[in-house]
């Protein structure tokens, strides 16, 4: 089936809805929105639609979600009932998993939960943040805003991650590219050089010696050091699932030399205008600060926010609780002070968030300007080491130098 933008206005409401629908043809979609109680406006193909990711993995990405949660958003703003809106969104939905996801929901909907309850049984593909939004905009009365404000929080966290990533896609590649040029080396040329030497019945340099030897034993016992690599990589991930080693990842994570700040600011950005999201539904302030804390993906920084929370609780200003705390940036809770004389905490906590997204794609562009050279410098000196460690031996031995 192809896939079609259209908007179209609701006969009960007389609002225009700007969706996707699903069918054969144009002529079938504007029938199908015909039968929902719309007036198609206008419909058109829509091509390329759908995650890549999804189609071939069959898993949930944030693009799915992204799409789901606006048009689960229109159709509600649009004055349909929850259930009807579910159900037509399910159908415009091309993951076959997420499909199966909304039509759980709708069966748990129909038979009486709310919505939040319904979301809140698939953990997996709705987190906490999703919860309670949805649970402010059902007791609040403005689910589709609410709908709406997680659609864009997700969209903002996506594309977050995406920057952090493409900063630490590139070293990886030079990283690469070196191991590359350090193997070609001593499989193909090294061994050459050693029979040179063999031939005229010379002693081999120190270090070109040392290649020599490197090269032997890879090329004899390379089975080895992939089982030892692969033991290496299988425990260093079981460490990483122990308290201990969340715990040292965490902290390498904001105290690594380069990418420390990089990611201090990117924990700081997401506990802002994720509290910035949750206060402005109607979520309470301890609320937000527990839900905020289990989504920041930092155990050293959610540690700080439960231990602020607490004072909370024991009456403190949010900015007196989060003062102390040696993990969250300074900045934080002098601009929540200022939220809090002015009544606006909401609003602040948006403007600090906006500050340290600003901050953090400053920071990746430092960041990929001044490592480029760097790692040019490195590749440099490694091949040029070892094209020195191979041909110097040669100049040798063509000058007649004994060495």
């Not at 601009?335 to 906590?349: A, L, P």
Request: charged share 20%; aromatic share 8%; glycine share 6%.
């Amino acid at each position: 089936m192809k896939k079609f933008t259209y908007e179209a206005r609701d006969q009960a409401s007389n609002k225009i809805v700007k969706s996707t629908i699903q069918a054969d043809s144009e002529t079938a979609a504007a029938r199908l929105l015909i039968d929902q109680g719309f007036v198609p406006l206008e419909v058109k193909e829509q091509i390329g639609d759908g995650s890549f990711m999804s189609r071939v993995t069959g898993r949930i990405t944030t693009k799915d979600r992204v799409m789901f949660t606006r048009q689960l958003a229109t159709l509600i703003g649009a004055g349909l009932p929850l259930a009807q809106s579910l159900h037509t969104v399910m159908g415009q939905t091309q993951n076959k998993q997420l499909q199966s996801v909304v039509q759980e929901i709708v069966t748990s909907v129909e038979g009486g939960k709310t919505l939040s309850e319904s979301f809140a049984a698939h953990p997996k593909v709705f987190n906490e943040v999703f919860i309670s939004l949805i649970s402010a905009g059902e007791l609040s009365g403005t689910l589709d805003d609410s709908l709406q404000r997680i659609a864009a929080q997700q969209e903002k966290d996506a594309a977050t991650a995406s920057k952090i990533k493409g900063a630490l896609t590139y070293p990886l590649i030079v990283l690469v590219v070196i191991f590359g040029v350090m193997a070609f080396m001593l499989f193909t040329v090294v061994p050459q050089v050693e029979k040179l030497y063999d031939d005229l019945g010379k002693p081999l340099p120190f270090l070109t010696q040392i290649m020599v030897s490197s090269a032997n034993f890879l090329t004899q016992f390379w089975w080895l050091a992939i089982i030892i690599i692969a033991i290496g990589i299988y425990f260093l991930r079981q460490y990483l699932q122990t308290e201990n080693g969340i715990k040292f990842k965490d902290t390498f994570k904001i105290k690594v030399p380069l990418f420390g700040k990089m990611f201090q600011k990117l924990y700081m950005a997401r506990f802002a205008r994720t509290g910035q999201t949750l206060l402005s539904t109607g979520v309470s302030m301890l609320d937000m600060l527990n839900v905020t804390s289990r989504s920041i993906n930092n155990t050293l920084i959610e540690e700080s926010i439960n231990r602020a929370a607490e004072k909370v609780q024991g009456g403190k200003a949010l900015s007196a609780a989060l003062e102390p705390e040696e993990n969250i940036d300074k900045l934080v809770p002098q601009m929540i002070k200022i939220g809090e004389q002015s009544g606006r905490i909401d609003e602040m906590m948006g403007k600090v968030a906006q500050v340290y997204e600003d901050e953090l794609d400053e920071e990746i562009r430092t960041i990929s300007t001044a490592i480029e050279p760097v790692l040019m410098v490195i590749l440099a000196v490694v091949a040029g080491g070892m094209v020195g460690a191979i041909l110097f031996p040669i100049y040798s031995l063509v000058n007649g130098i004994n060495i």
